[in-house]
């Protein structure tokens, strides 16, 4: 299994060991974990999905990384429900012979997961809710990839 | 069609999925939209302007142009955040 | 303590909660590990260093990867002696409130671990040992970090 | 002043390590690889040609035209191969 979405937490190492176990083809092993910030006082993020669109649309992206570098493996975690400052959200574990290609791969599924999958953060606060808004700044960062690679 | 709603679209319009029966004249999502923003006060505030809206036709992101075809499900929402 | 040169294996999960518990102002923590591939029937890869330089060196790295990014916390642990196929060489670890400054950090520590830091590797084969030479690449890679910032 | 030398370079001399008193005319790095050249076979092998070395200075990357100075430490390498 490559993608999960899930309410539960995740173990990162567990994950990066499922994935590379017994194999000596990998040099570079790179993990993303994305976390709740405290900012501005917030209490707790609910994270909302679309199910069925979002395994399939994390799905492509998988391929497109896959078609895009050699990788040896791939594994993406996204979390829903109600989660507390501190609390993990997201996990990408890229797999590759060379760092560069781990490296690129998890930036990249990063960026498309920002700015494609169907996850919708919703903020509390001490005085209500809010929904997280789109950023400029996570568009350009997965614009990049359109353009030939730069190295 | 089922047609469903995510994040503030879901709350404003107190309606997470419906099923509708279109018209025959609602051939693309902008006319979906101009169709569903006729309901009433709620609709028309969600889809009275698109600028701030995305969709997916049977769970692909898809533009306003686009043809409904033969689509089965077709969903609104805001830009996504998630990551 | 930021920076350890050993023989011992290291648990990297460990090493990242040392890093960030406790910690609310954490979005992103990026792990690279480094191991050894068993690349022509290599059967073991023995790493010497230069005991004092080595770790004044990559403190150098670190202090300048602080002062280009806003880092919540770094950790960089580089084995040495002999390692086989599939062993653990090298771990980065970077924290930070956004992705994108960890995921630079960390790969400009790689970069300069690769091409600064006074580590030289041994390949051993069934039918002998020969040093590694340095790649063109790794150059390539270190260099990019020396002209303006791209994005 | 102490003199160092890793990976091949150790090898080709059989010596890792070791204290010299350098005439006052040796006052750069490449003044010091030469004065080693002249130490004999293996020395003159490692330092014949210095393309493919590189040193330190007081555990300083360091460059062949650079002053040697007060310096306590000197080492001779290839170029490094970690991480």
């Given amino acids: 299994m490559q993608v999960s979405v899930q309410e539960a937490d995740f173990d990162s190492a567990a994950e990066a060991l499922a994935l590379t176990q017994g194999r000596k083809d990998i040099g570079a092993v790179v993990t993303f974990e994305g976390r709740v910030?405290?900012?501005?006082?917030?209490?707790?993020?609910?994270?909302?999905?679309?199910?069925?669109?979002?395994e399939a649309e994390i799905a492509r992206h998988v391929a497109a990384a896959q078609a895009r570098w050699p990788l040896a493996g791939v594994r993406i975690i996204h979390r829903i429900g109600r989660l507390g400052p501190g609390?993990?959200?997201?996990?990408?574990?890229?797999?590759?012979?060379?760092?560069?290609?781990?490296?690129?791969?998890a930036e990249f599924l990063m960026d498309y997961l920002k700015t494609r999958a169907p996850f919708w953060k919703q903020e509390q606060y001490g005085d209500g809710a809010r929904w997280v808004e789109a950023r400029a700044d996570d568009l350009d960062a997965a614009r990049r990839w359109q353009s030939p690679a730069k190295r | 069609m089922k047609v469903l709603y995510f994040a503030w679209v879901r709350e404003k319009l107190g309606c997470s999925e419906e099923t509708l029966n279109l018209p025959p004249e609602v051939r693309t999502a902008r006319q979906l939209a101009l169709h569903l923003a006729a309901r009433g006060p709620s609709y028309a505030n969600v889809f009275g302007a698109l600028g701030n809206l995305n969709l997916a036709i049977d769970q692909e992101h898809a533009s306003w142009d686009q043809d409904l075809g033969a689509a089965q499900e077709v969903a609104f929402f805001p830009p996504v955040t998630g990551g």
């Fill in chain 1, 37 to 54: 910030r405290a900012d501005d006082g917030l209490s707790a993020l609910t994270l909302e999905h679309y199910p069925g669109m979002t």
């Fill in chain 1, 87 to 105: 609390e993990r959200i997201v996990l990408v574990i890229t797999a590759s012979a060379h760092r560069q290609s781990a490296f690129e791969a």
